[in-house]
C-alpha cells in the first residue's frame, strides 16, 4: 500500500521512490494526475541527479490538445514495495504520477485539506 496526503490546493500527494544510478532510493513527493496517461514525469534537474539513461525523444498531446516534446528515460521504481522499470518523461512542472503507473490497483482520495490517499492493489 502508498499513502499520501491532499494538499491545501486539494492535489494528490505520494511519494515516489526512484533508484539513482547507483541503486541509490531517492524519495520525492509527486502529484496524482489522471488527465496523464504515462508514468511518471520529473524535472530535468531531478533526471540529472539520478543519471536516469535517456531512452528517446517523442511527441505527445497534451490535455488542451497541444503538442510538445518530450525527453523519454529509463528509470527503476519501487512502487507498493516491487520494483517496477518505467519511462519518465522529462517536464519541469512538479512531478506527476500517471494513470500507467496506477494501473491495476485501486486510488482513494479523501478529497480534502490533509485528507487521505491510499493506493493499494485489487483485489
Keep these: 500500500m ?15 521512490i526512484i533508484r539513482d544510478v547507483a ?13 496523464f496517461s504515462g508514468y511518471l514525469t520529473l524535472p530535468q534537474i531531478t533526471i540529472t541527479e539520478l543519471q536516469l539513461p535517456f531512452l528517446s525523444s517523442r511527441v505527445f498531446s497534451l490535455g488542451n490538445n ?15 514495495g516491487q520494483e517496477r522499470d518505467i519511462h519518465v518523461l522529462a517536464s519541469e512542472a512538479a512531478p506527476l504520477v500517471g494513470m500507467l503507473l496506477l494501473k491495476g ?10 485528507g487521505e490517499v491510499r493506493i493499494e492493489p485489487r483485489s
Design 2 to 16: 502508498i499513502l499520501g496526503q491532499v494538499n491545501p490546493r486539494l492535489e494528490a500527494i505520494i511519494p515516489v
Design 23 to 35: 541503486g541509490q532510493p531517492i524519495t520525492r513527493d509527486a502529484v496524482i494526475d489522471t488527465g
Design 66 to 80: 497541444a503538442q510538445a516534446n518530450f525527453d523519454i528515460y529509463m528509470a527503476t521504481l519501487l512502487w507498493d
Design 105 to 114: 490497483f485501486r486510488l482513494t482520495i479523501d478529497a480534502v485539506d490533509g
